[in-house]
């Protein structure tokens, strides 16, 4: 394939949709491509030095009367000097509002012929869309978008059922870089953590907003400590850790939860977890299940979103009702207690994502899509 210059914007903190962006811009660097990132800050996974990457900081002016900073002129603006300047292909954005509606602007003042791809991650329709102050701009950002990719099936159809576009939006799914995420050996984390080997360790990850349920977590955690000795590692931080706190202590099960905050390396932590749990009300995808289970960690999740899309029922982990806090302990007790059943799902776990969620695969998609649209006349 000719390469490409590619524009990348995400929102950069931390987020399966920046952890994606990120991702993928050093793959399609390793490819040959010259990418672009234009962000507020450095995509926090980019992290390794590429040749080819470029990072271009779009800068909000503070000025005083300015009641809200402009971050999305300020963007379009940038969009537009790096689209011109170094003669861009296409730009990825991730994120419809703001971000497909900046790169329209940017292209329109940069007045040149690049095309725009916008992929959809979740929030940016499911909480949105229902907003129908935007419900209009982020119709007019994925309808004048030259390409559109949404994360999972589940996404697509709510796109379609919300935003009513006139536009094919094609799900390309999430990814993990599995030289990353795989098992890996820290049993010396155990020790640290005071995690005793007969244990079984369940694990949380999220931005501990209220969309994940966090509380329905710890009632599972809790209702299964009370058949067999465990830990829970709760992983994160956010606007519900306060509630989340003060259910661990009403629950007087402080020695068994861990609150570890942000951390780096979730690889070592899954290594040492024995299940996850993902127990959204609104999940686009849920990559933070995938990452547990490339490094064989099957997930317990809601039938909810795209998380059934990724987790196949009684084969690599277990689904359940919103709410379900019964049956999600059952389910997790039910494996703990068959090693050969644990170790299936362990396997299958790993395999779904080194067939269905193949990181060069999903790689491959992104590319065709932007090939044909420079390509077109
Ligand atoms: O889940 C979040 O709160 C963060 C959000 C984001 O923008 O990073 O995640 C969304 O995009 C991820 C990557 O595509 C998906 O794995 C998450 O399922 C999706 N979150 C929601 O739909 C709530």
Do not use: W
Request: net charge negative; hydrophobic share 40%.
């Amino acid at each position: 394939m000719k390469k490409l210059k590619i524009g990348i914007t995400c929102y950069p903190t931390v987020g399966g949709s920046g952890v994606i962006a990120a991702e993928l811009g050093q793959l399609l660097a390793e490819n040959g491509h010259e990418i672009h990132f234009i962000t507020s800050s450095v995509p926090f996974r980019l992290n390794k030095m590429y040749h080819n990457i470029y990072y271009h900081q779009v800068e909000v002016n503070p000025y005083a009367v300015f009641q809200y900073p402009p971050y999305d002129i300020a963007l379009a603006s940038k969009i537009a000097e790096v689209a011109e300047r170094e003669k861009l292909d296409v730009m990825h954005v991730h994120y419809a509002i703001p971000h497909a509606i900046c790169a329209i602007l940017g292209k329109m003042m940069a007045k040149i012929g690049m095309k725009i791809v916008t992929t959809l991650h979740g929030t940016d329709i499911t909480v949105l869309g229902y907003d129908p102050s935007l419900a209009s701009a982020i119709r007019f950002g994925i309808e004048q978008s030259d390409a559109v990719t949404a994360v999972s099936n589940a996404l697509v159809q709510q796109t379609y059922d919300l935003i009513q576009p006139q536009k094919k939006i094609t799900t390309v799914y999430n990814f993990v870089d599995e030289r990353v995420y795989r098992r890996v050996n820290a049993s010396h984390l155990k020790k640290e953590y005071g995690i005793l080997e007969k244990e079984k360790v369940l694990i949380h990850v999220s931005n501990f907003r209220a969309v994940k349920r966090v509380p329905d977590v710890v009632r599972a955690f809790a209702k299964v400590r009370e058949q067999i000795p465990a830990k829970l590692l709760l992983v994160g931080d956010g606007p519900e850790m306060t509630v989340v706190s003060r259910l661990v202590r009403d629950l007087h099960i402080e020695k068994d939860v861990l609150f570890l905050g942000k951390q780096d390396q979730l690889e070592e932590l899954y290594s040492i977890s024995d299940l996850m749990l993902l127990l959204s009300e609104k999940e686009s995808f849920g990559l933070a299940a995938l990452e547990a289970m490339a490094c064989g960690v099957p997930c317990i999740g809601t039938d909810i979103g795209g998380i059934p899309e990724v987790i196949d029922d009684g084969r690599n982990g277990y689904l359940c009702q919103l709410g379900d806090i019964a049956g999600v302990a059952e389910k997790a007790l039910r494996l703990f207690r068959d090693p050969a059943l644990y170790d299936s799902f362990s396997k299958a776990a790993e395999k779904t994502v080194t067939e269905k969620f193949y990181s060069k695969k999903i790689l491959r998609q992104y590319e065709e899509i932007y090939e044909q649209l420079v390509n077109e006349v």
